[in-house]
């Protein structure tokens, strides 16, 4: 806390290069090299990839070379370390001619230097900020991204390498054109392909904002420093139930603020509408005085969320996992070795290097924790939300998870923690307590909040909470000193005079723009749950095994030869197998991942790319099993009676085609179930269900041909189309018709078998569908397209 203080003493200075100038605030570091991740962007060769970092230290700007290859240079003189302030001019790689940078005043009575115009920012959001850097409007083109050959270069790793163009009309206009970034330009906040740009609009490209003021493009880069206004947030449930009533509050930049209360208080319920998950029915969220619900597409990519249940595939390595994630969160553009160091970067911020070649699922519970706040911050968000953190942890982890929040915080990160224990309250900066109805019963420092109760344990306010139900604890807040001082005080903007804006009255926001990166969305999903899958040995057990085993049992009951006394249970035993094997791979994999999936989709992932990735892997898989499985049980047996041939191939081949897709119909299935189910226990039981179905519907043990209901229902059971598929092959009917009745789908005809076929196609289709539509239904309500 102490070197934050000191660096709040340091003023704010002017950088200016040749072709454009930022404002450095004393809060945070400054790297200077050829890396485009760099604040000052040098492509001169004679530059370090990383030379030197200006800092704070002491209450006073410092350089340090940090060993650069040429060397950094001022008033002619090499330096590793010195003192610098206004007036001082560094070069970098040659003492006469190499690049070079001047520091100067940020003069106080306009917030600008000689270059720069009054904030347009402040006059739009109401937030004072001055700009980091500004530059002159282009004749014809700026064009904006990642990459050092871009005119104007952003060090943001979310930025894809050519992102962007601002363009100038002949009529003096300007227009502003994605150039099929990653994750998009916005403008206003909503997602563009191209659009005019004028006065009062705010372009947003990563964690930057642009402006146009007279001829000057201002840049603001979100470096963390920002505030949370939380205005009269009330949520509703679909009964009338009121689950938050009216919260207001102000959070500030670099700020850890603990959310308390008892069980059924809200806690959750702010979270969601906090995130924008789930937006309030009324009230406001302003991220840095822009509405969050509003501008949700854009800056849910500087938001990040750790829900209370791991949001990693916890068979992975902590290095891989990570991997994986970066994938899937940095623009395709970005090359291996980009992303590999900021991996690197935040397994050594979180204290993990000990841990990066571990699976996951052998670290402690704090340990684990701190791989998912690792993920959340690749991105470098500005706000960071926990959900219950230190649920499950014995003390000692409790203060260690929390005191990483506190180390975060004063790096520049917002911090919003939902907890529900208070043994390390002291760490936090503020602290949040709701009472039951959702109201406000608390918001300040943490060691005022039992004076201001009346109450010398948490304890016994916990328990006030639970039995004095009839007391107005939020009434009681308000009238109070610390609502004047910490919140009616303290509020960055006046509260609103009239009533809470509904958020149903928000403009919609356009259509997103079509991922175009789905191709490899899927690739690195597919290899990641292959390398997940691969990593579980229990899976990998029973996946090799089943298919042996089941078959092994269909060939004791088939014998030498499918007649009239084997035929029958031979067949109905292949269908359950594959049944069995197609709908076990698949029916717990949605349910289980849940909270990934929610995560992901919150930051782009696409629906369809992810339920992709689950059929290749899962039904790769399916179609090996049941291949093998009917190989162990038919090879070498006489399939019905001499001389019987199949009708487009022969009949082994047409059984083992007729399994593999009914294996795989019964997989999707199994999809299905596990995207309609709250818990993963509750799979099991509805598995055994669908086998019964199965058996009862496939038509070998009832004659449901000339039942009404009963065949009408039967079209939808996939065993029902496969047994009549593999009895047309084999013309079981023909030859036993004392045991297989003269249904019309046992035909040995091949318009008969292309519709058992052609059945299993469409049931299988049916399922995808309906498996997107039920995970819509557990993505953020914002989302949901």
């Known amino acids: 806390m102490a070197e934050r203080e000191f660096a709040l003493t340091a003023p704010q200075l002017v950088l200016e290069t040749d072709d454009h100038s930022q404002v450095m605030s004393p809060g945070r570091s400054y790297a200077v090299g050829r890396d485009p991740t760099s604040d000052v962007v040098f492509s001169d060769p004679r530059v370090s990839w990383h030379h030197a970092v200006l800092h704070v230290g002491d209450g006073h700007w410092m350089l340090d070379d940090t060993g650069s290859q040429n060397g950094t240079f001022c008033k002619g003189h090499r330096v590793q370390h010195l003192d610098v302030g206004p007036g001082y001019t560094l070069r970098f790689g040659n003492a006469a001619d190499g690049p070079c940078c001047t520091l100067s005043a940020l003069h106080k009575t306009t917030e600008t230097t000689d270059r720069q115009q009054p904030s347009a920012l402040a006059a739009i959001t109401g937030m004072d900020r001055p700009p980091t850097s500004v530059r002159q409007l282009p004749a014809k083109v700026i064009r904006i991204g990642r990459a050092p050959d871009n005119d104007l270069v952003l060090g943001d790793l979310s930025v894809s390498r050519h992102h962007a163009e601002l363009r100038a009309h002949t009529d003096g206009r300007?227009?502003?054109?994605?150039?099929?970034?990653?994750?998009?330009?916005?403008?206003?906040?909503?997602?563009?392909?191209?659009?005019?740009?004028?006065?009062?609009?705010?372009?947003?490209?990563?964690?930057?904002?642009?402006?146009?003021?007279?001829?000057?493009?201002?840049?603001?880069?979100?470096?963390?420093?920002?505030?949370?206004?939380?205005?009269?947030?009330?949520?509703?449930?679909?009964?009338g139930h009121v689950l938050l009533d009216q919260v207001t509050f102000p959070v500030s930049q670099d700020c850890l603020l603990a959310v308390a209360g008892p069980s059924g208080a809200g806690k959750s319920t702010l979270l969601n509408?906090?995130?924008?998950?789930r937006p309030a029915?009324?009230?406001?969220?302003?991220?840095?005085?822009?509405?969050?619900?509003?501008?949700?597409?854009?800056?849910?990519?500087?938001?990040?969320?750790?829900?209370?249940?791991?949001?990693?595939?916890?068979?992975?390595?902590?290095?891989?996992?990570?991997?994986y994630a970066a994938e899937?969160?940095?623009?395709d553009d970005t090359v291996p070795a980009e992303r590999a160091a900021r991996v690197e970067e935040v397994i050594t911020e979180l204290g993990l290097t000990q841990r990066a070649d571990q699976?996951?699922?052998?670290?402690?519970?704090?340990?684990?924790?701190?791989?998912?706040?690792?993920?959340?911050?690749?991105?470098?968000?500005?706000?960071?939300?926990?959900?219950?953190?230190?649920?499950?942890?014995?003390?000692?982890?409790?203060?260690?998870?929390?005191?990483?929040?506190?180390?975060?915080?004063?790096?520049?990160?917002?911090?919003?923690?939902?907890?529900?224990?208070?043994?390390?309250?002291?760490?936090?900066?503020?602290?949040?307590?709701?009472?039951?109805?959702?109201?406000?019963?608390?918001?300040?420092?943490?060691?005022?909040?039992?004076?201001?109760?009346?109450?010398?344990?948490w304890s016994e306010a916990f328990e006030a909470f639970e039995n004095e139900t009839d007391r107005d604890w939020a009434g009681q807040y308000r009238a109070s000193p610390p609502y004047q001082r910490y919140i009616a005080g303290a509020t960055a903007r006046p509260a609103p005079t009239g009533p809470a804006v509904p958020a149903a009255e928000i403009p919609p926001p356009r259509p997103r723009p079509k991922p175009r990166r789905w191709r490899k969305q899927v690739s690195t999903l597919v290899r990641r749950y292959a390398t997940a899958l691969s990593a579980d040995r229990t899976f990998l057990a029973v996946m090799i095994a089943l298919p042996f085993v089941m078959g092994a049992l269909t060939r004791a009951l088939a014998g030498s030869r499918l007649d009239d006394s084997t035929a029958l249970n031979t067949l109905l035993i292949l269908c359950v197998s594959g049944v069995l094997i197609g709908a076990a791979n698949a029916v717990r994999e949605l349910v289980k991942e849940r909270s990934i999936y929610q995560?992901?989709?919150?930051?782009?992932?696409?629906?369809?790319?992810?339920?992709?990735?689950?059929?290749?892997?899962?039904?790769?898989?399916?179609?090996?099993?049941?291949?093998?499985?009917?190989?162990?049980?038919?090879?070498?047996?006489?399939?019905?009676?001499?001389?019987?041939?199949?009708?487009?191939?022969?009949?082994?081949?047409?059984?083992?085609?007729?399994?593999?897709?009914l294996s795989v119909t019964a997989m999707m299935l199994g999809l299905v179930i596990s995207a309609l189910v709250k818990k993963e226990e509750v799979t099991m039981p509805l598995l055994v269900l669908v086998a019964i179905i199965q058996v009862v519907f496939c038509g070998a043990l009832l004659k449901l041909d000339h039942v009404l209901v009963l065949n009408q229902l039967s079209w939808l059971v996939p065993s029902r189309w496969a047994?009549?598929?593999?009895?047309?092959t084999m013309d079981l009917g023909g030859a036993f018709p004392d045991t297989f009745t003269d249904d019309p789908i046992f035909a040995h005809q091949a318009g008969t078998w292309l519709i058992d076929m052609g059945m299993m196609v469409v049931l299988s289709v049916a399922c995808g569908f309906l498996v997107a539509r039920l995970l819509r239904r557990h993505e953020p309500v914002i989302m949901r397209g």
């Open 174 to 239: 300007y227009e502003i054109a994605d150039l099929e970034s990653h994750i998009g330009t916005y403008l206003n906040g909503l997602p563009v392909r191209q659009a005019l740009v004028g006065p009062g609009d705010i372009v947003g490209i990563g964690h930057s904002a642009f402006c146009l003021v007279g001829d000057q493009l201002q840049e603001f880069v979100d470096t963390g420093d920002i505030d949370l206004d939380v205005e009269g947030l009330t949520v509703e449930a679909t009964e």
């Open 273 to 277: 509408a906090l995130t924008g998950l």
């Open 281 to 323: 029915d009324r009230g406001t969220v302003r991220y840095d005085g822009r509405d969050l619900y509003h501008d949700y597409a854009e800056l849910r990519h500087r938001i990040g969320l750790v829900p209370q249940d791991d949001i990693l595939h916890t068979q992975l390595t902590v290095r891989r996992a990570l991997g």
């Open 328 to 331: 899937l969160r940095f623009p």
């Open 359 to 457: 699976v996951i699922s052998t670290l402690s519970g704090g340990q684990r924790k701190r791989v998912s706040v690792a993920l959340e911050l690749l991105t470098k968000p500005s706000l960071l939300f926990l959900d219950e953190p230190t649920s499950g942890l014995d003390p000692g982890m409790d203060r260690s998870v929390m005191q990483m929040l506190r180390n975060l915080a004063d790096d520049g990160h917002t911090v919003i923690v939902v907890t529900h224990s208070v043994l390390s309250l002291d760490l936090c900066d503020r602290l949040l307590l709701l009472a039951p109805g959702g109201r406000l019963a608390w918001y300040g420092p943490p060691d005022e909040t039992l004076d201001h109760f009346g109450f010398g344990r």
């Open 599 to 661: 995560r992901e989709r919150a930051v782009g992932l696409s629906r369809s790319a992810y339920l992709c990735s689950k059929i290749v892997v899962l039904g790769t898989i399916t179609v090996v099993q049941s291949v093998v499985l009917t190989m162990v049980a038919l090879v070498g047996v006489q399939l019905g009676p001499p001389g019987t041939k199949g009708i487009f191939m022969p009949p082994l081949f047409e059984i083992t085609l007729a399994v593999a897709l």
């Open 723 to 728: 047994f009549g598929a593999m009895v047309a």
